[in-house]
């Protein structure tokens, strides 16, 4: 029974190092990087092979890695697609990510054939991020309404200028106004220095 996150990793590199793939342990939890030419067939393999059975898809989501931290240029891709995984059987989780070569029309293959919970989720991925999966039999938004332009995860888009639909009551139909999203500031008012209390 695989427990211990770096044995899972030594085991993970020893399978698929040869393919590109790249490991990272870190608070002890497993990060495998697939490259996206060899994401699908690697997917079916941590699923199948009894040595991973990584049998349940637990989340999956998109990453826009625009302005990430401080760096103003990318060294690598701006889209992502972020998996985790959980094995029972091993009683050990893994999380996969897959990084997009194309930041204009972001795309990678889509795992709903290895694990169908993933149907909603890369719905909500294309929805917000804009990230197509290849091969998903029913991609089409999910959060955002009929005319909805853009994707509001990513980070540039803007929080003005757009419309949003509603149903008026007085008027009997679906009306469509400007969106009116109000800037926060989520900065905290008040600083506390180390030691104080209050």
Not at 72 to 77: I, N, Q, V
Not at 98 to 116: L, R
Not at 128 to 146: K, N, Q
Request: one cysteine or more; a negative charge.
């Amino acid at each position: 029974m695989i427990r211990n996150p770096r044995e899972l990793a030594g085991r993970l590199n020893e399978r698929f190092s040869a393919d590109g793939v790249t490991l990272a342990v870190a608070f002890d939890e497993v990060t495998m990087q697939v490259p996206v030419t060899v994401y699908k067939q690697t997917m079916q393999a941590i699923r199948d092979e009894p040595e991973f059975a990584f049998g349940l898809l637990v989340d999956l989501c998109g990453v826009d890695y625009l302005g990430y931290g401080d760096q103003k240029t990318l060294e690598h891709p701006r889209f992502a697609v972020v998996t985790h995984l959980l094995s029972v059987e091993k009683n050990s989780r893994l999380r996969v990510r897959v990084f997009s070569e194309d930041d204009e029309n972001p795309s990678v293959p889509s795992v709903m054939s290895i694990w169908p919970a993933a149907n909603w989720f890369e719905r909500e991925a294309f929805d917000l991020y804009g990230i197509l999966f290849e091969g998903h039999p029913d991609l089409r938004r999910i959060l955002t309404d009929y005319g909805f332009v853009g994707h509001p995860f990513r980070k540039d888009f803007p929080i003005e200028g757009y419309v949003e639909l509603r149903y008026d009551e007085t008027q009997k139909r679906i009306v469509y106004e400007p969106v009116s999203i109000k800037p926060r500031e989520i900065t905290p008012r008040v600083i506390r220095q180390r030691g104080e209390h209050g």
